[in-house]
């Protein structure tokens, strides 16, 4: 069923979950997310703009767009939302749907995603070497940023040895609660 605005009253294929579906048709368009968000340089379609296509239930064209992936969930549009929407949480919904569907448009940053969430539920924590060599070796960019990379050991900012939290059990049951992606 369609309202006069053209908003969709029905979820289509349950793309989000009910509590955002609804938060969702707040929304009035005021843009304040989108002029917030630090990452918009990146996106193809801005966070107002793919809150519109949600109401407008055009779920096959929200999924092909990059906003949700470059999203770094800083939380900048839900706290400036008027209307209480929980935009980064849309965003991680999108992931996880876009996942589930194997409808991914963008599939190293999706890669960069899964790699980094793995090694959280793993270790409790990121060992960036771990994911940039795994990152590099399954996305076929070996040679890329080699001098960044050698530049970032040589000043430290890259730690040799993975460092563990005391109890990392605690976050794979964190992970098994509550599935990310
Ligand atoms: S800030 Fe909230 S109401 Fe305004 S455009 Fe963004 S989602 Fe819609
Ligand atoms: S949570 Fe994502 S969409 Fe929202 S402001 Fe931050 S980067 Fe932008």
Redesign the pocket.
Known sequence: MIFKTGVVDSVPDRLLSKSNFDA?R?????????SGCPVTFTMDTL??QV??LLQLGSEREVLSKNTYWVCSSCQT?TT????D?D?ADVMDELCRQASRRKTVSEKTLELFHRLFLREVRLHGRVHELSVIGKYKLLSGQIFNDIPMGIGMILRHKLKLVPKRINRPREMRDLFRKDPVI
């Open positions: 969702v707040r929304c009035y368009q005021c843009k304040k997310c989108s966070p107002h809150m519109r549009c400036r939302c008027p209307n929407i935009i």
